[in-house]
């Protein structure tokens, strides 16, 4: 029963996570860049604007069903469950957000809809909802996972990189949730004894990888296509948390080979769905370049952030090109126009008799 409501709890989660998320991207492309030079400063924009503190208090929601989902269901099973949430995401961003999606992404979705359903005909989990772990493992699991983390913040800084910065970044923010969700893990077993459990180190894990988080996905929300980022923020923290349940708190697949089988089939097509979401990295750096080309003036308003950011990757592509070639035609008109000054200096330009002699 425990379980079950576990799962439920992990359900509702997704959803208002990937709705949080969504509010949240709204809010970051309408603020000012995300500077970790000034922390305090940054944080202060975001919540200035409407729409990032309206999904914050979502995610709040969203979080106290996430640790509870944590507390009752097995810990593997549960995340893959809030890995399905990218369901949530996709159909959320279309309807009532102003994303396009590709077929690409939508096989994606239809990927990850079927190991959601693997996952659920196969039953609520191998194991229990404990929260006993390895402390050895649990130490080597979080410094790889940091390790990891940091290592993708400098390679986004990189431009070589064959990559999209914002979906680069957006993986360290998810292996931060992860952290934290794994912390989580092992402080609902040290709560037994009372609030004290609370003085836990895994205390200060979970704050610090939550504050890291916090601006790494807000500026990765910031720099990059809005689903992309959001999907493989999600997998990165699901795929962390459920390879932590199997490594560190000796979570089960199954009692039989078949059950194995097909959970593991479920896994992979998560992964796999996931990874088909993001754009190809030639149409991100297209978006990425649009979003930081400065505003030239035309004879058509410029598309504001928002609006660009929500764009897909072809599409911001095309509106980049269309508006260098109307630059470039005004700079032309201009340059004739000055031309013929200089043909006639003896006449008034714009007069009738231009040109005349006296």
């Given at each position: 029963?425990?379980?079950?409501v576990?799962?439920?709890?992990?359900?509702?989660?997704?959803?208002?996570?990937?709705?949080?998320?969504?509010?949240?991207h709204?809010?970051?492309?309408?603020?000012?860049?995300?500077?970790?030079?000034?922390?305090?400063?940054?944080?202060?924009?975001?919540?200035?604007?409407?729409?990032?503190?309206?999904?914050?208090?979502?995610?709040?929601?969203?979080?106290?069903?996430?640790?509870a989902?944590?507390?009752?269901?097995?810990?593997s099973?549960?995340?893959?469950?809030l890995?399905?949430?990218?369901?949530?995401?996709?159909v959320?961003?279309?309807?009532?957000?102003?994303?396009?999606?590709?077929?690409?992404?939508?096989?994606g979705i239809?990927?990850?809809?079927?190991?959601?359903?693997?996952?659920?005909?196969?039953g609520?989990?191998?194991?229990?909802?404990?929260?006993?772990?390895?402390?050895?493992?649990?130490?080597?699991?979080?410094?790889?996972?940091?390790?990891?983390?940091?290592?993708?913040?400098l390679?986004h800084?990189?431009?070589?990189i064959?990559?999209?910065?914002?979906?680069?970044l957006?993986?360290?923010?998810?292996?931060?949730?992860g952290?934290?969700?794994?912390?989580?893990?092992?402080?609902?077993?040290?709560?037994d004894?009372?609030?004290?459990?609370?003085?836990?180190?895994w205390?200060?894990?979970?704050v610090?990888?939550?504050?890291?988080?916090?601006?790494?996905?807000?500026?990765?929300?910031?720099?990059?296509?809005?689903?992309?980022?959001?999907?493989?923020t999600?997998?990165a923290?699901?795929?962390s948390t459920?390879?932590?349940?199997?490594?560190?708190f000796?979570?089960r697949?199954g009692?039989?080979?078949l059950?194995?089988g097909?959970?593991?089939?479920?896994?992979?097509?998560i992964?796999?769905?996931?990874a088909?979401?993001?754009?190809p990295v030639?149409a991100?750096?297209?978006?990425?370049?649009?979003?930081?080309e400065?505003e030239t003036p035309t004879?058509?308003?410029?598309p504001?952030?928002?609006?660009?950011?929500?764009?897909?990757?072809?599409?911001?592509?095309?509106?980049?090109?269309?508006?260098?070639?109307e630059?470039?035609?005004l700079?032309?008109?201009?340059?004739?126009?000055?031309?013929?000054?200089?043909?006639?200096?003896g006449?008034?330009p714009?007069?009738?008799?231009?040109?005349?002699?006296?």
């Amino acid at each position: 029963m425990a379980v079950g409501v576990g799962l439920f709890c992990a359900l509702l989660s997704a959803l208002g996570t990937n709705l949080a998320f969504l509010f949240k991207h709204r809010g970051a492309v309408a603020a000012p860049a995300v500077e970790m030079r000034h922390p305090l400063r940054s944080a202060i924009d975001l919540f200035r604007s409407k729409w990032w503190s309206i999904g914050w208090a979502v995610a709040a929601a969203a979080f106290a069903l996430h640790v509870a989902a944590l507390t009752l269901a097995p810990i593997s099973i549960g995340q893959a469950v809030l890995a399905g949430g990218l369901v949530f995401l996709a159909v959320l961003a279309e309807r009532f957000f102003g994303f396009e999606l590709g077929r690409r992404q939508w096989t994606g979705i239809g990927l990850v809809a079927v190991s959601l359903s693997l996952l659920t005909l196969t039953g609520g989990g191998g194991g229990g909802a404990h929260s006993g772990y390895s402390l050895a493992g649990m130490i080597i699991f979080e410094s790889i996972a940091v390790c990891v983390g940091l290592l993708l913040v400098l390679s986004h800084l990189i431009e070589r990189i064959p990559a999209q910065r914002g979906v680069l970044l957006g993986i360290a923010a998810g292996l931060g949730f992860g952290i934290s969700d794994v912390a989580i893990k092992a402080l609902s077993g040290d709560l037994d004894s009372g609030p004290v459990g609370l003085l836990s180190p895994w205390s200060v894990v979970i704050v610090t990888a939550a504050v890291f988080s916090f601006f790494a996905s807000a500026r990765s929300l910031q720099i990059g296509d809005g689903v992309a980022v959001i999907a493989v923020t999600s997998v990165a923290a699901n795929l962390s948390t459920i390879l932590a349940g199997l490594a560190v708190f000796g979570d089960r697949l199954g009692n039989d080979p078949l059950v194995i089988g097909v959970r593991i089939a479920a896994f992979v097509l998560i992964l796999a769905g996931a990874a088909l979401i993001p754009a190809p990295v030639r149409a991100g750096e297209a978006l990425e370049d649009s979003a930081a080309e400065p505003e030239t003036p035309t004879a058509s308003p410029a598309p504001s952030r928002t609006s660009e950011a929500q764009q897909s990757p072809q599409t911001a592509s095309a509106t980049y090109v269309e508006q260098e070639r109307e630059s470039r035609l005004l700079l032309l008109d201009e340059s004739d126009s000055l031309r013929g000054d200089r043909q006639t200096p003896g006449s008034l330009p714009g007069s009738r008799d231009s040109g005349r002699r006296t």
